[in-house]
C-alpha cells in the first residue's frame, strides 16, 4: 500500500532502529540534523542503502566556527545529504544565502542587500538581508569620515567596522568588500584580501573587484587628474585587467563579486571570470539615455546644431566620452548606437531595465548555477517599482533566490510604507484614545 502526504524525519529513522547514528557523529550534532525530513515512500530506498547517518567534517566546522546554538544549524548554509563509500549518509553544509536556520529557505524569490557599512543602520534592517555591499566610498566617505554616520568616531578603521558588521549579521549574510587600490601589486592585494577574511570568514567574504575598463596602472594618475582615454578603448592589456583579477582570486577560492556591469555586452565577458555575483547597474545608465534621447529628438526635430553641442557636452560631463573627444558629429553617431543598444523605444528598454533583464536571460543559460545577479544604483522612486514588477514576470520565475536587489537602507525604507498607513493608524489609534 502506498501512503502518500507523510513525512519520515531522520530523527524517527533512528528512533525505530532504521538507522544508527554513526559513531563519529556525537549526540549534540545528530539533534541538528534529526529534524531533517523525506517523504514516506523514499524512506524504503534509504533503508536498503543507508546503515547510518552522520555529518561532514566541514558540518562540524561551520557549527564550531560560528558557535550556533544547541539543536540548530546556522543561516545562509543549505544541507545537502551525501552518500559516503562507508554506507553512511552524512548531512553536510553548503554557503547558500538564500537559507536561514535549519535549512529552511528564505521566504520571497527575491533577496535583499543593503548598500552600506553603517552597523547602527545595519542593526535596523539585519534581519531582512541576504548581502552587504560595501566599497571604498561607502566604507570612508559615507561612513569612516562622516562624523554623523560615525557617531563619537567610535570606528577608526575599516578592519573594525567589517569586525562589527560581522557580528551583526551572524552567519547568514555574504559581505562584499572591495580592495582600496585594484591596481596594487599582487602581493598587497592578497593580504589585504587575507585579512578581511581572517574578519568574515571565507564563508561570509565576498571580494568585490570592479571592471576597471581601459584604466591600467600607468593612466590612472592622468585619470584622476581629470585626463582619461576613451571608455571604448580596444587595447586588451587594459581592458581585461579587471576580469583577469577576478578570474584569478576565484582560481585561488575566493568568491568575486564582480561588478560596474552598466551594459549588456559586458556580462557574458564577465561571467567567463566565474563570478559568484554580477551586477546589472541601471538607474544612472537610464537617466543619461533618457537625456541623450531627449537631446537626440530636439536635433532631429528643429536641425539646430546647439542640440549636438549640447549632447558632445552632456556625454563628455557623464563620461560617456573621453576628455579630449570634442567632435560634436561623433557624440551625435556614439549616442544613437547607445539609444538604439538600450532599447529606449522598446518593451524591454523603456524602463532601464533592459540591462538587468539581459543579465537574467543571460544567467539563465550559462552553467554557473550559483552565480547570482545583483540589481544596483537604483534612486528614484519609479526604478523601485519597475524593478519589483519586473522579478515578478513569468519569463524570470525560474530564478528562484538568484536575483539580489541592492541599495542604501534608507532608499529601501521608502518602500515599507504607503499614505494609506495614516488613514487606518488614524481611525485604530482615535478608536484607542
Do not use: W
Request: hydrophobic share 40%.
Amino acid at each position: 500500500m502506498k501512503i502518500k502526504n507523510m513525512r519520515c524525519t531522520l530523527g524517527a529513522l533512528v528512533a525505530t532502529g532504521k538507522l544508527t547514528v554513526a559513531a563519529d557523529t556525537d549526540q549534540a550534532m545528530f539533534d541538528r540534523i534529526k529534524d531533517i525530513d523525506f517523504a514516506f515512500e523514499e524512506v524504503t530506498g534509504i533503508s536498503e542503502y543507508v546503515r547510518a547517518v552522520g555529518v561532514t567534517e566541514e558540518f562540524k566546522k561551520v557549527i564550531h566556527l560560528f558557535r550556533v546554538r544547541d539543536g540548530v544549524t546556522p543561516a545562509g548554509f543549505r544541507r545537502q545529504l551525501i552518500y559516503e563509500g562507508d554506507g553512511s549518509m552524512r548531512v553536510d553544509l553548503v554557503r547558500d544565502i538564500a537559507y536561514e536556520e535549519n535549512g529552511k529557505r528564505r521566504a520571497t524569490n527575491v533577496l535583499f542587500s543593503a548598500n552600506t557599512a553603517n552597523p547602527f543602520t545595519v542593526a535596523t534592517m539585519k534581519n531582512f538581508i541576504a548581502n552587504l555591499t560595501t566599497n571604498p566610498q561607502i566604507i570612508y566617505d559615507h561612513f569612516l569620515n562622516n562624523p554623523k554616520a560615525n557617531k563619537n568616531n567610535q570606528f577608526k578603521d575599516r578592519f573594525e567596522v567589517m569586525r562589527e558588521l560581522g557580528n551583526l549579521v551572524g552567519p547568514g549574510v555574504d559581505i562584499s568588500v572591495e580592495v582600496n587600490n585594484p591596481f596594487a601589486d599582487e602581493s598587497a592585494l592578497m593580504e589585504e584580501i587575507a585579512q578581511f577574511e581572517e574578519i568574515l570568514t571565507p564563508y561570509r567574504l565576498v571580494v568585490k573587484v570592479p571592471h576597471t575598463g581601459p584604466l591600467n596602472k600607468q593612466n590612472v594618475k592622468d585619470f584622476l587628474n581629470g585626463n582619461y582615454p576613451s571608455v571604448f578603448s580596444e587595447e586588451p592589456e587594459s581592458a581585461f585587467y579587471g576580469h583577469n583579477l577576478a578570474y584569478k582570486l576565484q582560481e585561488k577560492g575566493y568568491r568575486v563579486n564582480f561588478t560596474l556591469m552598466s551594459d549588456p555586452h559586458q556580462m557574458a565577458l564577465a561571467l567567463l571570470a566565474k563570478p559568484y555575483f554580477i551586477n546589472a547597474f541601471v538607474e544612472r545608465r537610464h537617466t543619461q539615455t533618457t537625456q541623450m534621447a531627449r537631446l537626440l529628438e530636439l536635433l532631429d526635430k528643429t536641425g539646430e546644431p546647439e542640440y549636438r553641442e549640447r549632447l558632445q557636452e552632456y556625454m563628455a560631463e557623464t563620461d560617456i566620452l573621453a576628455s579630449d573627444d570634442k567632435d560634436p558629429g561623433k557624440a551625435e553617431k556614439i549616442a544613437r548606437e547607445l539609444v538604439a543598444y538600450r532599447g529606449f523605444y522598446t518593451e524591454d528598454g523603456k524602463d532601464g531595465l533592459d540591462n538587468a533583464r539581459h543579465g537574467l536571460r543571460l544567467l539563465k543559460t550559462a552553467n554557473l548555477p550559483e552565480t547570482r545577479l545583483i540589481i544596483c544604483n537604483m534612486k528614484s522612486a519609479q526604478m523601485y517599482y519597475d524593478v519589483d514588477k519586473m522579478l515578478v514576470e513569468p519569463e524570470f520565475a525560474c530564478m528562484k533566490q538568484r536575483v539580489v536587489v541592492t541599495c542604501e537602507p534608507e532608499y529601501f525604507a521608502r518602500f515599507t510604507g504607503s499614505p494609506t498607513i495614516y488613514s487606518y493608524q488614524r481611525s485604530f489609534l482615535n478608536a484607542v484614545k
